[in-house]
């Protein structure tokens, strides 16, 4: 409705202002002119006196036009000349401003014939003409303008606006109904789908109508984010699953362990213990490693971003590493070129590259060497490589092992809790770097390649 009300205003003002230009116009030009004749008629009473004024207005009478004239004489109130029978009531208390009134008209056949009578309407202005302001006798002048027509037309239009007014409530009203029932169907689909989702069913979706308005964009959006929800919860309960299966075997291992121990000697105890210890600090490590994940995602755990050298810390990572890697029977290779500086937090850098360097020396099994590289990127910002040519990961393996608790080993002999990499992906998150898996360093006779490449590229520095 207030749509209808300020619709229905604008086209009254829009109504406002054609009447305005046309017959306000039309009411300021009649009066104009009727200003002109009399300066005219003035002038001429001026010049040459009343009996020339009496034969001018007989002459402009003598037309048939919208034209109205009277000429009185005073004191006597005899009528001179003229088209206009009796003077009007109106031009007694008018003398000098204008005045609207009503006159009849004889109707003239085409023999100029009378025939009838009518009431017309004009527009007129009376004024007074004095030989000298002293003198008894004056003479009294009307002149008008016959506006009959203009107020025909005048009412006719506004009898229009105000038709036009009614219909345009009217069509608003019909057409807000049906627009307003239109978007509350699509806004109860909304509530619909928004309380089937409250009550437990994460699959429903808020339907979309294909109009690819603002209504379709909110609800692509929302269904966007249900999905992203839907992800979230499904990886909450498979990493409780995880949890549960990596957490069980210690704990049972411990617990046994140490009921053992109570039953022992005194370094059957000490043995107990000390694997208990290590048990423990396994434990630690991964809840230590999921609070990080979560301390980097929330963007606590990134700190201050600063200006990073890469190569330095490539130097410093390789020169930690290549004494484990060459114990392992792997060759440990440092690829380095002048690289331009990135925005970021040392620390974590320097752990991504440890995990990245321990995933290689861990899985990269009956390989033989191990590739860390830097360098800057074609675009602006630099390029972090860890490559080997051990058995590499299958290509639909790939996506998955940066999620929590993926270990790709079944039988989850190997340490580890499956959150290395993913570790590596928060700390990537954070400092708006792209996370790839590629092939890694050799190709092998069929054609098919070996190893895993995993590639970190950093953005440009911004300094603002």
């Not at 402009?60 to 003077?87: C, H």
């Not at 299966?245 to 000390?274: C, F, I, V, W, Y």
């Not at 954070?430 to 898996?437: G, K, Q, T």
């Amino acid at each position: 409705m207030i749509y209808v009300l300020l619709f229905t205003g604008a086209v009254a003002l829009l109504g406002v202002f054609v009447y305005g230009a046309t017959f306000g116009e039309a009411s300021r030009q009649t009066d104009a002119t009727i200003d002109g004749e009399i300066d005219v008629l003035a002038e001429l009473f001026t010049t040459s006196g009343p009996g020339n004024l009496t034969r001018a207005i007989r002459q402009r009478t003598a037309w048939r036009d919208d034209s109205i004239y009277m000429l009185i004489g005073a004191p006597s109130g005899a009528v001179l000349a003229g088209n206009l029978t009796a003077l009007p009531p109106e031009a007694l208390t008018a003398e000098g401003n204008y005045f609207d009134f009503e006159f009849e008209r004889p109707i003239l056949d085409a023999a100029n014939r009378e025939i009838g009578i009518e009431q017309r309407r004009a527009r007129g202005k009376v004024m007074r003409f004095r030989a000298s302001p002293d003198a008894d006798q004056s003479y009294l002048v009307v002149v008008a303008r016959d506006v009959a027509a203009r107020e025909f037309l005048r009412n006719r239009l506004l009898n229009v606006i105000f038709r036009i007014s009614l219909v345009t409530v009217a069509f608003g009203v019909v057409i807000g109904l049906v627009f307003s029932r239109s978007l509350l169907r699509r806004v109860e689909a909304v509530n619909k789908t928004a309380r089937a989702i409250r009550a437990g069913d994460l699959s429903q979706r808020i339907p979309l109508s294909g109009a690819n308005d603002e209504l379709d964009n909110l609800g692509a959006n929302l269904n966007s984010m249900l999905d992203q929800t839907e992800r979230l919860m499904i990886g909450m309960r498979d990493v409780s699953d995880n949890i549960a299966h990596d957490l069980r075997s210690p704990l049972t291992r411990m617990r046994n362990r140490l009921g053992d121990a109570l039953k022992g000697d005194a370094k059957t105890q000490e043995t107990a213990l000390r694997a208990t210890i290590e048990d423990t600090e396994g434990m630690l490590a991964t809840f230590n490693a999921l609070l990080s994940i979560a301390r980097i995602r929330s963007g606590e755990g990134a700190g201050v971003m600063k200006p990073v050298d890469l190569v330095a810390i490539a130097e410093e990572m390789a020169e930690l590493y290549e004494p484990a890697a060459q114990d392992a029977g792997f060759e440990f290779k440092l690829i380095t070129a002048p690289t331009p500086t990135i925005k970021g937090s040392r620390e974590l850098v320097s752990q991504a590259i440890a995990n990245f360097l321990d995933n290689a020396l861990k899985y990269a099994v009956g390989g033989s060497r191990i590739e860390l590289k830097i360098e800057p990127a074609p675009t602006g910002g630099a390029i972090l490589t860890v490559a080997d040519d051990g058995p590499g990961v299958a290509v639909e393996d790939r996506g998955r092992i940066l999620e929590r608790f993926v270990r790709l080993e079944k039988s989850r002999t190997t340490p580890g809790s499956g959150l290395g990499l993913s570790l590596v992906a928060a700390i990537a998150r954070a400092h708006d770097a792209e996370l790839r898996f590629d092939e890694g360093l050799v190709r092998i006779e069929n054609g098919e390649d070996r190893g895993l490449r995993v590639v970190m590229v950093f953005p440009p520095f911004d300094a603002g």
